[in-house]
Nanobody
Framework: QVQLVESGGGLVQPGGSLRLSCIASETRDNLHVMGWYRQAPGKQRELVAVISINEITNYADSVKGRFTISRDNAKNTVTLQMNSLNTEDTAVYYC?????????WGQGTQVTVSS
C-alpha cells in the first residue's frame, strides 16, 4: 500500500518561509496527482496546492503568489515552498496523492506561524 510521509513543518515568524517535503513509498507507478491539503482547528480540510504528473498546478487563491509546488517523478516526491507566511497559514499540512480513483494521505506535519 502507498505510504506518504511528510517533513519540514515547524514554527516560523510571520513573513518567514518553510519548505515541506513528501515522499511516496511502495508505489509501482507515479501518482497522477500529488499535493498538499491543510486543516486548521475548527475548520475543514482544504486544498492548498496540487500538481499533476505533467506538472500542471492548481493553487488555493489564498496562497497564490506565495507558495510553489513541485514534484520529482523519479524520486516520488512532492515539495511545497511556502514564502511570506502569515498566521492564517497555521495548520496541519497533509500530503495527498491520487492514483486513478484511489486516494492516499500522509499523517500530517504541523506548521505554526507566530511571532
Amino acid at each position: 500500500q502507498v505510504q506518504l510521509v511528510e517533513s519540514g513543518g515547524g514554527l516560523v515568524q510571520p513573513g518567514g518561509s518553510l519548505r515541506l517535503s513528501c515522499i511516496a513509498s511502495e508505489t509501482r507507478d507515479n501518482l497522477h496527482v500529488m499535493g498538499w491539503y491543510r486543516q486548521a482547528p475548527g475548520k475543514q480540510r482544504e486544498l492548498v496546492a496540487v500538481i499533476s504528473i505533467n506538472e500542471i498546478t492548481n493553487y488555493a487563491d489564498s496562497v497564490k503568489g506565495r507558495f510553489t509546488i513541485s514534484r520529482d517523478n523519479a524520486k516520488n516526491t512532492v515539495t511545497l515552498q511556502m514564502n511570506s507566511l502569515n498566521t492564517e497559514d497555521t495548520a496541519v499540512y497533509y500530503c495527498y496523492g491520487r492514483y486513478f480513483e484511489r486516494h492516499y494521505w500522509g499523517q500530517g506535519t504541523q506548521v505554526t506561524v507566530s511571532s
